[in-house]
């Protein structure tokens, strides 16, 4: 799940009378404050499952949708396509990277927005199509859920304008995407860990990085858990990410995120051992293992 969230400027005059402009600023300063507020009100959308994955013979889902805020919320629908960095990053495409393909065209999905009051859910049905035409392989775009800004009626306009002071108007926008990956085919998806390193940021703060190797035709999705294992053998948990995916056509992507810097934990001697698991509560399948020796 991506979460996105702009501002949008409209409307700045300013002026070069100093005084003003000073004056000017504690009113700015609150009217972010407002806005922020008003950002948050709109951004809370709980939505269940965070995936939609359609392999085997599922041709159907259902996304559940909830407000978990206590302001009135309008989401437009859509697909769009998104590239992901060897960092991690996200940006948005129109056109595929090689080897890559987009599932929006075998997607119908309904309704394509919602408005939602405080603790109000409702289901957004999604079916696959075109199924015929799908070859072996992946398919992925995602969903995206766009707040629509309250936009205040024309007549409720602010009609006082005085060309002394600096006049700012800030319509936010949030949003969430999560994705929509179509399997056909038999997985021959691997995952390798590669290249662990240990540091210490700011002499406080644990850090391990490593490389995540996919090979195959398929995406690898899962959770990173890193054990503190001692000299005497005592093993510790010490780091969880869940969620880490690396898409097609990633090769690999590279991941690093801080440690618990717990009592009693020397990361100057012993062994870090990562292991990385599909999400699942039920026997998580095991995609790779590797550790990392601390002096």
Do not use: W
């Amino acid at each position: 799940m991506i979460l996105h969230k702009f501002y949008y400027l409209r409307n700045f005059r300013y002026s070069c009378k100093f005084k003003s402009l000073i004056l000017t600023l504690s009113t700015i300063l609150g009217f972010l404050f407002l806005v922020s507020s008003n950002l948050e009100a709109q951004g809370n959308l709980l939505i269940t499952p965070r995936r939609v994955v359609f392999e085997g013979s599922k041709k159907s889902m259902d996304l559940n949708l909830a407000n978990t805020g206590s302001d009135t919320a309008t989401y437009a629908i859509s697909l769009v396509q998104i590239r992901m960095k060897d960092d991690g990053s996200f940006e948005t495409i129109t056109e595929p990277d090689p080897g890559q393909l987009f599932a929006d065209k075998y997607v119908r999905f309904f309704p394509r927005s919602v408005t939602l009051g405080p603790n109000e859910a409702q289901v957004v049905k999604i079916q696959l199509i075109k199924t015929n035409e799908l070859s072996e392989g992946e398919y992925r775009s995602h969903f995206y859920f766009r707040a629509v800004p309250n936009q205040k009626p024309l007549g409720e306009e602010d009609k006082v304008k005085d060309s002394t002071t600096i006049s700012v108007k800030l319509i936010p926008v949030f949003g969430i995407t999560i994705p929509v990956i179509i399997r056909v085919g038999e997985s021959t998806m691997k995952v390798s860990l590669s290249d662990l390193s240990f540091q210490t940021v700011n002499d406080t703060i644990p850090q391990l990085s490593m490389v995540m190797n996919r090979s195959g035709n398929m995406s690898v999705y899962g959770d990173l858990a890193v054990d503190y294992i001692s000299t005497q053998g005592k093993i510790t948990r010490v780091g969880i990410a869940n969620g880490v995916a690396v898409y097609t056509p990633n090769l690999i992507r590279r991941f690093q995120f801080a440690l618990n810097n717990l009592p009693g934990i020397d990361f100057k001697t012993g062994t870090l051992r990562v292991i990385y698991s599909a999400s699942s509560d039920v026997k998580p399948a095991r995609y790779a293992e590797a550790e990392l020796s601390l002096h």
